[in-house]
């Protein structure tokens, strides 16, 4: 199995930054699409971005894209989400997520029923 680790949680005010992080390991060979989901209270888990291991090809959901970015290092089996511009709307709990396939639109990239794999989470909250 994959195991994943998140990082880079906590507390900022509306308008500003913080850098997620998740640390990949075991089977690490088996990831070819690592994503970021968030969940609120109320709401289902939904999509934030994704990223292919070997080209870096990323894609992001309307409500993030200008703001968030989603990168990977291959060398530390590890992906990084930059947020810049938060909103209170981005509060949630953040997980990243490995998925064996090459996703891309059509092929469910933003579905978390195609990720096999989740790490703990780690809390976002923006203040207004």
């Known amino acids: 199995q994959v195991q994943l680790r998140e990082s880079g949680g906590g507390l900022v005010q509306a308008g500003g930054s913080l850098r997620l992080s998740c640390a990949a390991s075991g089977r690490t060979f088996a990831s070819s699409t690592m994503g970021w989901f968030r969940h609120a209270p109320g709401k289902e888990r939904g999509f934030v971005a994704s990223?292919?291991?070997?080209?870096?090809?990323?894609y992001y959901a309307d409500s993030v894209k200008g703001r968030f970015t989603m990168s990977r290092d291959n060398a530390k089996n590890a992906v990084y989400l930059q947020m810049n511009s938060l909103k209170p709307e981005d509060t949630a709990v953040y997980y990243c997520?490995?998925?064996?396939?090459?996703?891309?639109?059509?092929?469910?990239?933003?579905?978390?029923?195609?990720?096999?794999?989740w790490g703990q989470g780690t809390q976002v909250t923006v203040s207004s």
């Open positions: 990223i292919r291991w070997s080209s870096g090809s990323t």
């Open positions: 997520a490995s998925s064996p396939h090459v996703l891309d639109y059509g092929s469910g990239y933003d579905q978390p029923r195609v990720y096999n794999y």
